[in-house]
């Protein structure tokens, strides 16, 4: 129980950071509206049933990628960690703290707001409660992925430098807002290997909808990318003097 209520007390350090800073939320959904009101005016409900997969996804991996990953960077790097290595709170509970603190707000903002738009676009209950399982996925996926970077970096000047850049280069520039089914092979297959393209055909599959790849192709290529980011994650995540 005490593990619980440690991992619930760094939660709710992260939320008073948001709600001084309650702008982040508006901005976010303000972006997803936008979006949603773009692609649907361009493609209509096929659009918007794409969309809908797309925005749980990749809600999930921004608030691991950059959020969380960046608030973690900012306590190492501001020697926060050495004022915890005092404390009875293990480095777990402190990840999970600051997850379940950053995903908790855009949960209930952004996410009931994607979950209308996906009922509306005629997805079925039991594909929204697996795209917000695989969003939980995309949000430690992302996370591990950007600490393997942040945790190495000692400027602190850097660590939004190297976030923010990441979070566009693995959503604008690959397959995400698009299908893969527009590349040719063998680059088609190839994109397989992005993890954020993996994420959303896994989540167009789950939602019933056309995929570009398998689902064993492209639950392979999470794993991989979890396995692989996860070491060298944990090679840096310690508490203590390095």
């Not at 309650?22 to 976010?28: G, K, R, T």
């Not at 379940?100 to 707001?113: E, K, N, Y």
């Amino acid at each position: 129980m005490k593990f619980v209520w440690r991992i619930l007390g760094v939660a709710y350090g992260q939320l008073v950071v948001f709600r001084r800073q309650w702008m982040w939320i508006a901005q976010s959904l303000l972006s997803t509206v936008g979006l949603v009101v773009i692609f649907s005016m361009w493609g209509g409900w096929e659009a918007l049933r794409h969309m809908a997969v797309v925005l749980l996804v990749i809600t999930g991996w921004s608030v691991g990628l950059n959020i969380s990953a960046q608030s973690i960077g900012w306590d190492r790097v501001s020697n926060e960690y050495e004022r915890r290595v005092a404390s009875p709170l293990t480095p777990l509970e402190y990840l999970l703290g600051s997850v379940l603190g950053a995903f908790i707000p855009f949960f209930v903002s952004d996410i009931p707001l994607v979950v209308l738009f996906a009922t509306m676009a005629g997805i079925r209950v039991q594909g929204i409660l697996l795209l917000i399982l695989l969003s939980l996925v995309a949000t430690f996926l992302g996370l591990f992925l950007s600490l393997s970077v942040v945790l190495r970096i000692r400027n602190p000047m850097n660590i939004s430098a190297v976030t923010n850049p990441l979070q566009t280069l693995t959503t604008m520039l690959p397959p995400v807002y698009y299908t893969p089914l527009l590349f040719p092979e063998p680059l088609r297959t190839a994109c397989a290997a992005i993890p954020t393209t993996a994420l959303v055909d896994l989540g167009r599959a789950l939602s019933g909808q056309a995929a570009a790849y398998p689902v064993w192709l492209s639950a392979a290529s999470i794993v991989l990318w979890t396995a692989i980011t996860f070491t060298l994650m944990k090679y840096r995540f310690k508490w203590g003097h390095e």
